[in-house]
């Protein structure tokens, strides 16, 4: 059966094939998270992609910004999984609150970053999780996690 797929500001429904897995993360350039659709199309899942066409400024736009925020802690609220793939430097910040978020619930958490990213050593200190240097490594962690949630 193939994946299925909610995308942001749509409604996380009963019913839809477990585990739920929110795809967290870096928002910018291309979307990483097709990697994960291409490599687990055939796999009995649901992602759940917060990803936007475009930023809400929260000086700008409180009200957008603030449903934004609510859409995203609903979805991790009623995420079994949550991934994340952190982007270079110090960006990722709505990210870095989403993880710890994430980790506060006690919802397996599986995180990644690329080369380049600032705090990976400081991230896995706090969480006590080691964290993945590659995308592939990433979706290999991935891909033993959901194995146990089928069994």
Known sequence: MPYSLIRADEIVRAGLPRPLVYLGGNCRGRDWRLD??????QSDVTFINPR????????????????????????????????????????????????GYSLGLDKPTLIGAEDGFL??????????????????GLMNRFASVLASFNQ
């Open 52 to 99: 936007r066409d475009q930023f809400v400024d929260p000086e700008l736009d409180p009200s957008s910004h603030a449903h934004q925020v609510d859409w995203e802690r609903q979805a991790l609220d009623k995420c079994d999984l949550a991934v994340f793939w952190l982007g270079g430097g110090l960006a990722n910040q709505a990210a870095r609150v989403e993880i």
């Open 119 to 136: 705090g990976l050593e400081h991230l896995s200190a706090f969480s006590g999780l080691v964290l993945s240097k590659t995308m592939d």
């Open 36 to 41: 994960f659709y291409h490599r687990f199309e």
